[in-house]
């Protein structure tokens, strides 16, 4: 074999590679340290069990002694490879092993609060205290055309006068291809559909006589409003699951403030001043 060749070999470039692996972990670890690692891998009964329940769950049967015996091995590998990835500091600068971490320290404060359960009167205190999130909205019925661009006012008058003849509105709503007709639809799905504003600008109109022009994410339009209904407050029995969900939200997210103020308390904490770093 040529010296080219051997140089070009992959089976070198592996064994280089290894070395400089072992070289770089042997510059990182401190005298001493690296035999004190644990340097055991240890899958207890209940871990092997939660592999051959997750083979199971996946393809319908038990795995075979042969199948479960390449799980194990499969789980220690994952573990060897991951402790050695820690002891050389591979997990320092990666965002996504950070997320991962942050997110995993986070589940583990915030867990209790997914059992915590209040007595009727806290649940209700906190519904009585939170009712726009429970509330219904309102709904509106309604009629609408569009104004072109460059419309004068005589001109919305003239529209005005036609609109008196039911005939003309399927006309004047055919250049739109919004729904002419709205019927019973919630306040924050017109909003949806015709923009940000649009159902609290025909809350105040008259009922079933044109108004307008009100204006939307797509232009100004006249509107005649046939039906309107008020938010209304569902009883808390018929709404308790989702106060319950809401109020354990809220509590972990207590749970997960006080956990961070509680954990910062260990450290000494030095941060630039906003405005500092901002200015540069």
């Known amino acids: 074999m040529t010296p080219r ?25 401190p005298p001493g340290e690296g035999n004190a690692r644990e340097d055991t891998l240890i899958l207890s009964e209940p871990d092997a069990e939660r ?17 479960l015996a390449g799980l194990m091995r499969d789980w220690a590998a994952e573990e060897a490879l991951v402790r050695e990835a820690l002891s050389l500091g591979l997990d320092r600068g990666d965002a996504m092993v950070r ?65 008196e003849d039911d005939t003309a509105i399927a006309e004047m709503a055919r250049s739109s291809l919004l729904p002419a007709d709205i019927e019973g639809m919630a306040a924050p799905a017109v909003d949806r559909v015709f923009g940000t504003g649009f159902a609290a600008a025909l809350a105040d109109l008259p009922l079933k006589q044109w108004d307008g022009p009100v204006q939307s994410a797509y232009g100004r339009h006249l509107v005649r409003v046939t039906a309107r209904s008020a938010p209304t407050l569902p009883p808390l029995g018929s709404v308790r699951d989702t106060v319950l969900s809401d109020w354990r939200a809220e509590e972990a997210r207590k749970i997960r403030e006080a956990f961070i103020d509680a954990l910062l308390e260990r450290y000494k904490v030095e941060l630039p001043a906003p405005a500092e770093v901002l200015a540069r």
């Open 99 to 163: 997320n991962r971490l942050r997110q995993k320290m986070l589940f583990i404060a915030e867990a209790p609060a997914a059992a915590m359960s209040p007595d009727e009167t806290e649940l209700s205190a906190y519904y009585e205290a939170n009712t726009e999130r429970f509330a219904r909205p309102g709904s509106l019925s309604f009629t609408q055309v569009p104004v072109p661009e460059e419309t004068t006012e005589e001109d919305v008058a003239a529209m005005f006068a036609a609109l």
């Open 5 to 29: 060749r051997i140089l070009t070999s992959p089976l070198l470039h592996f064994f280089v590679l290894g070395g400089l692996v072992f070289v770089l972990y042997g510059a990182m670890t």
């Open 51 to 67: 592999l051959a329940a997750q083979f199971s769950a996946t393809w319908m049967r038990k795995p075979t002694e042969t199948e």
